[in-house]
């Protein structure tokens, strides 16, 4: 079962970047055109975390994580995946330069902690 759980994070941190470029272009053309750098890094931030939601949550609920270290197996996959299809250093730098890159790795993080915490059985003192 862990080498399961081990291998649906990799996979799903490998596909992760393609769907997120759909989601995230898909989320920030509901917004109406920022008027300034704040309001344009503010719908980064809600793009990034909504994102995560919408992809990272039903892998949560689907697979059901028991320990937090499968969050940084699909974090790593990810940069893994953008490492070696980014074809330019300036492009891999702007990427992780972008409030919506950290937000979304971030958020799945605290969302495979989150589940695999609600998991573990608690000891009475």
Request: aromatic fraction near 16%; charged fraction near 15%.
């Amino acid at each position: 079962m862990r080498v399961k759980l081990i291998l649906a994070f990799l996979v799903a941190g490998l596909v992760a970047p393609f769907l997120w470029t759909v989601v995230e272009s898909q989320l920030i053309a509901w917004f109406p055109l920022p008027t300034s750098k704040l309001m344009w890094r503010g719908m980064q931030v809600l793009v990034g975390f909504v994102s995560a939601l919408v992809l990272v949550g039903p892998l949560v609920l689907i697979a059901r994580p028991n320990m937090p270290s499968y969050g940084f197996i699909f974090v790593a996959a990810f940069f893994s995946f953008e490492l070696f299809a980014v074809e330019r250093a300036e492009d891999l730098a702007s990427l992780f330069q972008l409030p919506d890159t950290w937000v979304f790795l971030v958020t799945s993080v605290a969302l495979i902690w989150w589940a695999s915490s609600r998991r573990v059985p608690r000891r009475a003192a």
